[in-house]
């Protein structure tokens, strides 16, 4: 902690490069560790080169028409809320007041913006003063360096100069040293579409992500019916959260039976007695399939990444299920495979280990992997 708030007091921005070398980012210039990874997004996300039928037509227009209105609706909202602030906290009346306070709101937030920048900044430098790197760093240099041929700490053009004795490219900017043999292929590029005509239903029960955040999906070659049988292979647990929740639900499913006994028992024979018993059981119900529900979730989320991580210590892929390399690789320690180019991390017994993390829903309707909009 005490590591953080003098980078971030001194406003630092370190960045490691491929001698283990810490770039203050701050001396040649602001980096923003966001930009490389919302490049590559746009880079490997749905392109929508033509609108293929009517129905796309509508559909992306009734999108633009709504975009639309949300932001007139936005506007008037911060209309009315400038005009708040003007009126009520800067003494301004009128139109002026609304004008004033829509300009103090902004500069606000400009500044709050350039606060969290600047923390991001301080974080990442703690990271590379210890030598490590998260998966925004590495999505960042991938992009600069392989894709762009522009340095991973200031963003300057390396792409006219020879790589030295030990195949580093030194930048003449900041002096970051970087070598296009480790970044070459680092991410899947081309992934777009790989997995769109899988069926929303099997994402959640098929699909994680590798060491370096890139969906996949297990046993891709193979049918549904082998995978859901090697899957099933794996021991019957509960994650400590999933098993949480479970007993949560189970204390709120005995506490309604409690009341439902005690309402039944209370209860006249009359019509709206038996409605309120009838609501009550038909909420246990409820509450009993969500219980079914979620242990069937998490027992099978961890079947799969018990699978997954059975696989890696096997030094087989997967998701394509070729070998993987024997030497890590020197930026990650990942072992790459080498048929469809993901990434695994061997220390699969951390407690951090990639396929124990919980993929966001909106992962699943997101990643481009899914998309059916594709060149």
Known sequence: MFALLVAYVQGRGGVLDDRGVVIDTEIHGERD??????????????????LRTSWDVLFFGGKLILRLVVTLWFLSIAWDVGGWVGHNYLGVSGV???????????????????????????????????????LEDLHGIFYSVDQECLCGACGFSIEEFEPEEDGCVRCPECGAAWN???????????????????????RKRSCLFDGRGQMMQVLTLQSEESRVEEIRKRPTR?????????????????AGIAVSIGLAMSFHQTLGGNIALA????????????????TQDGIWKRRLQRFVRDRIDDRMCP?????????????????????????????????????????????????????????
């Open 33 to 50: 560790a966001e930009e490389g990874i919302e490049e590559a997004d746009k880079t490997d996300g749905p392109r929508k080169s033509f």
């Open 96 to 134: 002026f007041g609304n004008i004033a306070g829509v300009v103090a709101c902004l500069t606000a937030l400009i500044v709050l913006t350039l606060l969290g920048n600047r923390l991001t900044n301080a974080r990442r430098d703690v990271r590379a003063q210890k030598g490590k790197q998260n």
């Open 180 to 202: 296009h043999a480790y970044w070459e292929n680092f991410l899947r590029v081309e992934r777009a579409g790989l997995l769109k005509d899988l069926k929303k239903r099997c």
């Open 238 to 254: 509960l994650a400590l959260w999933d098993g949480f929740l479970l007993l949560l639900i189970l204390l709120i499913l005995i």
């Open 279 to 294: 609501v009550a059981v038909l909420f246990l119900v409820l509450i009993a399939f969500m219980a079914v529900i979620v």
């Open 319 to 375: 998701s394509c299920e070729e070998p993987l390399e024997n030497e890590p690789h020197p930026v990650d320690g990942a072992l790459v495979c080498g048929g469809c180019g993901l990434a695994w991390d061997p220390a699969t017994g951390s407690r951090r280990h990639h396929s124990k993390k919980r993929v966001p829903d909106e992962k699943y309707k997101q990643d481009p992997v899914f998309s059916k909009f594709t060149e």
